[in-house]
């Protein structure tokens, strides 16, 4: 048996899966699922399988290092191990990486290359947050074991079915052909929601928002299936309101901050991405669960601010897709804080949207009302089985076989 493993490289912390491939070269059984986080401070490791001891393992991965060089080979070397003990004679055929950031070129799933990683690089300005962690999982891994086959799959691909008139931003043209354009990202979590809404809602939506709602965050309007607009741009700035991260503002904010108040460009940066949202506003947590424990004022402030921006950016995509027929939630947050899914149908009333609190307590598949006319859901979000099923497509069947 073969199997394809799926890596998702971040600055602390990496997701990992393994899947089985079928005799037709497609992603099967999800046979382990991990995450291995903090790993700044006290790396700790979650695993879906039963076997393996997750604290010795994270620490048998974690011992010469918690950097992408020593990780990615680290984990790739005990899946294989593991796999081979549960099924003797299978081994990996392919690894699957998540890359942020495509741009212009890359609108779908490639194999991995030295000239295609030092094409990525240069979009590294646009995703600093994640592009050089990705890459250099990818890296590593090439270095500890080359004759791995590797694909890239983007979290930017998905939305480059938005018409060109969402993609533009009002600039010079010479800027717009030069690829500084909306991009949008969580791709790949909403490719996953477009799959599967089909069985969740019983039938596809035609005109369906999905809301990823996590460590970042952001909305995206799907007809069809496909990205018709979302709230990011050219970078994960943009939209809507994050853990640590600003979302939508004023480019007059920066330039005061820069040409104003004397502060350098590196200070900014920091501040935008690492030191807003949520812990910006809240001034204690960037963390939804500890907000809402809270009784400070900041703390409801802050997530008052974070449902507001939401609720803001449904009108608008309800707006470019003529209409909303279902909602979904997805993400950390989303999946997992009734309360936010509750007060942010609160305040989408007047779209007719009536919330099942029975359901949205439970946690879990459909949560509207039968009195809603929009139908609204939780929906698992599953980047890593996308990833499998992008490797398996740019590979040829005799390859994975």
């Not at 699957?96 to 590294?124: C, M, N, Q, W």
């Not at 609720?311 to 309800?318: H, S």
Request: proline fraction near 5%.
């Amino acid at each position: 048996m073969k199997a394809v493993a799926t890596f998702n490289t971040g600055s602390s912390s990496v997701k990992f899966a393994l899947f089985t491939l079928t005799e037709n070269g497609a992603p099967g059984e999800a046979l382990l699922r991990g995450n291995l986080a903090d790993l700044h401070g006290t790396p700790g490791l979650k695993l879906s399988a039963a076997g393996p001891d997750p604290a010795e393992l994270c620490n048998r991965l974690t011992r010469h290092g918690t950097d992408a060089v020593h990780l990615i080979p680290a984990i790739a070397r005990w899946l294989s191990e593991w796999l081979a003990s549960i099924r003797p004679g299978s081994e990996i055929a392919v690894a699957g990486h998540r890359i942020v950031h495509g741009g212009l070129h890359y609108t779908g799933p490639v194999r991995a290359s030295p000239k295609v990683l030092e094409h990525l690089d240069r979009l590294a300005p646009f995703a600093p947050s994640h592009q050089p962690h990705n890459l250099a999982g990818v890296r590593a891994l090439a270095g500890a074991m080359p004759d791995l086959d590797q694909t890239l799959s983007f979290d930017t691909a998905f939305h480059r079915t938005a018409p060109h008139i969402a993609q533009l931003y009002a600039l010079p043209r010479s800027l717009s052909r030069e690829g500084i354009i909306r991009y949008g990202f969580h791709g790949l979590s909403f490719a996953h929601v477009a799959r599967i809404a089909g069985e969740v809602f019983g039938a596809r939506p035609e005109r369906l928002i999905a809301l990823h709602l996590g460590s970042g965050a952001s909305a995206c309007g799907l007809r069809n299936g496909e990205s018709v607009a979302t709230s990011m741009g050219l970078t994960a700035l943009d939209g809507l309101m994050m853990a640590t991260r600003c979302g939508d503002l004023d480019p007059g904010v920066v330039l005061h901050l820069i040409q104003d108040r004397g502060l350098p460009p590196g200070e900014v940066a920091e501040m935008l991405y690492r030191k807003s949202g949520l812990l910006g506003v809240s001034g204690m947590s960037a963390d939804m669960r500890t907000l809402l424990d809270s009784d400070a004022p900041e703390a409801h402030e802050a997530v008052d601010l974070y449902v507001y921006r939401i609720t803001r950016e449904v009108g608008a995509l309800a707006a470019a897709l003529g209409g909303v027929d279902a909602l979904v939630f997805t993400g950390g947050v989303g999946e997992n804080a009734a309360a936010i899914r509750d007060k942010v149908c609160a305040a989408l009333g007047w779209l007719g949207l009536d919330l099942d609190t029975a359901r949205n307590a439970e946690g879990s598949g459909l949560i509207s009302s039968g009195n809603s006319s929009i139908t609204a859901a939780i929906i698992p979000a599953d980047e890593e089985i996308v990833i499998a099923e992008e490797a398996a497509d740019v590979l040829s069947p005799s390859n994975l076989r």
